[in-house]
T-cell receptor, first 113, second 115 residues
């Protein structure tokens, strides 16, 4: 099925560093969602974006909805060990039904204390 | 408010068997979507149910089916299991509507292993 291009695939960083990851698509989306998944659990919604150009923060996390509607990025500032996990972007096709979320393959984040 | 619950959490089945997985959405949420997660393919949309009707379907064979009950609980069924069906099956619920009502909240998943 269709998937978003999410990069990087993995990151190994030192505690305290900032992190940036992004997703791009050939299709226009009207919603971008960012999730975090930890081992043995389902994805947890971090940030939702609904308008092109929108910049939204959730604590140390900041995400933006690209102006072209085809991309989004997620930044994590001052990383801590509990940030470890896999981060997924997800988009909903413009005009598509709610259930049709398209997911990136994830960015695996490792944080060294 | 209780989150999305899925049962069972783990399941081991043999090729050729069939399996039924269950999902209880967050109270008040009427939409339930199902996803398959594998290391190779990532998260793939299976189908969505709203008001007991399938509203959208992903690109999976007919062996994968689902249904939703009047209390919004949903089940998915996989018949004639194949080794490639081994995956984490995730259920997500939402109120369904515009804007934030489209946000989907996931359960912990059912880990299915087919031997």
């Amino acid at each position: 099925g269709q998937q978003l291009n999410q990069s990087p695939q993995s990151m190994f960083i030192q505690e305290g560093e900032d992190v940036s990851m992004n997703c791009t698509s050939s299709s226009i989306f009207n919603t971008w969602l960012w999730y975090k998944q930890e081992p043995g659990e389902g994805p947890v919604l971090l940030i939702a974006l609904y308008k092109a150009g929108e910049l939204t923060s959730n604590g140390r996390l900041t995400a933006q909805f690209g102006i072209t509607r085809k991309d989004s990025f997620l930044n994590i500032s001052a990383s801590i060990p509990s940030d470890v996990g896999i981060y997924f972007c997800a988009g909903r096709n413009y005009g598509g039904s709610q259930g049709n979320l398209i997911f990136g393959k994830g960015t695996k984040l490792s944080v060294k204390p | 408010k209780a989150g999305v619950t899925q049962t069972p959490r783990y399941l081991i089945k043999t090729r050729g068997q069939q399996v039924t997985l269950s999902c209880s959405p967050i109270s008040g949420h009427r939409s339930v979507s199902w996803y398959q997660q594998t290391p190779g393919q990532g998260l793939q949309f299976l189908f969505e149910y709203f008001s007991e009707t399938q509203r959208n379907k992903g690109n999976f064979p007919g062996r994968f089916s689902g249904r939703q009950f009047s209390n919004s609980r949903s089940e998915m069924n996989v018949s004639t299991l194949e080794l490639g069906d081994s995956a984490l099956y995730l259920c997500a619920s939402s109120p369904r509507g515009t804007g934030s009502l489209y946000e989907q909240y996931f359960g912990p998943g059912t880990r299915l292993t087919v031997t």
